[in-house]
């Protein structure tokens, strides 16, 4: 397709990264932070080459893929910017992300995170994960449980040529602001209590919680980097 095929969609980009930068500075400012500290990730599910590339020209610097196929079949085409990758992985498929992405938001298992740490070390590069927290203790959601964090920090924390520099958490969906901040809360709280104890190469420097329904109420109760898909890019086929 002709870059003017997409020029509908460029547009309503172009007006929704607007619109949510001015958002991201207002929940920056009530929270007592400064816009700069908050990362957008631009999450690029279903979304076209052609449009990843309009938002990355003008000004988003991380994007993000929830499927290993579809980042493939991307990666080559994307104008220079960071990668991370924040779906479900199966540990089959982490070999084709490393050196390729420089962040795994989504480590739920040790058995994981041993095998990107294995492929990372046999391609001499280091890969920065953060740990998925199931903080909702939902059964159909991946993520560890609360109360097994710093026990699964634990069994991880040596692996060779990997990182662990934060966390990340989607909470249950819910109308309900007070049950949401409660939520987002308890992140915080772990990603405090966690850099309190200063454990050996454990870096907790991001705490990825929020995306297009609740990215300012997450930001206001702790969060540095946000994952927006549908705010920035319009509702998937």
Do not use: W
Request: hydrophobic content about 40%.
């Amino acid at each position: 397709m002709t870059e003017n095929s997409f020029t509908d969609r460029f547009r309503d980009f172009d007006e929704n990264y607007k619109h949510i930068k001015e958002k991201i500075a207002l929940a920056a400012e009530k929270a007592g932070g400064k816009p700069e500290e908050i990362r957008l990730l631009a999450a690029t599910k279903t979304v076209p080459v052609e449009v990843i590339n309009h938002a990355i020209d003008s000004g988003v610097s991380l994007v993000g893929e929830n499927r290993v196929q579809e980042f493939m079949d991307k990666c080559e085409d994307l104008h220079e910017c960071e990668r991370h990758f924040i779906g479900k992985l199966q540990t089959n498929k982490a070999k084709y992300l490393i050196g390729r992405v420089s962040m795994i938001e989504s480590v739920d298992s040790v058995k994981l995170a041993k095998e990107i740490s294995r492929h990372s070390d046999t391609s001499c590069v280091k890969t920065d994960i953060l740990i998925e927290v199931n903080i909702g203790k939902e059964e159909n959601k991946g993520g560890i449980r609360p109360e097994g964090i710093f026990e699964f920090i634990d069994e991880i924390r040596h692996f060779p040529s990997l990182n662990v520099v934060g966390l990340m958490a989607i909470p249950p969906i819910s109308d309900d602001l007070s049950e949401l901040s409660a939520y987002f809360d308890k992140m915080r709280q772990y990603f405090v209590d966690i850099k309190a104890k200063k454990i050996d190469n454990i870096y907790m420097n991001v705490l990825s919680m929020g995306m297009s329904d609740d990215f300012e109420l997450a930001i206001e109760h702790g969060s540095n980097l946000i994952r927006l898909g549908t705010a920035l890019f319009g509702r998937r086929n």
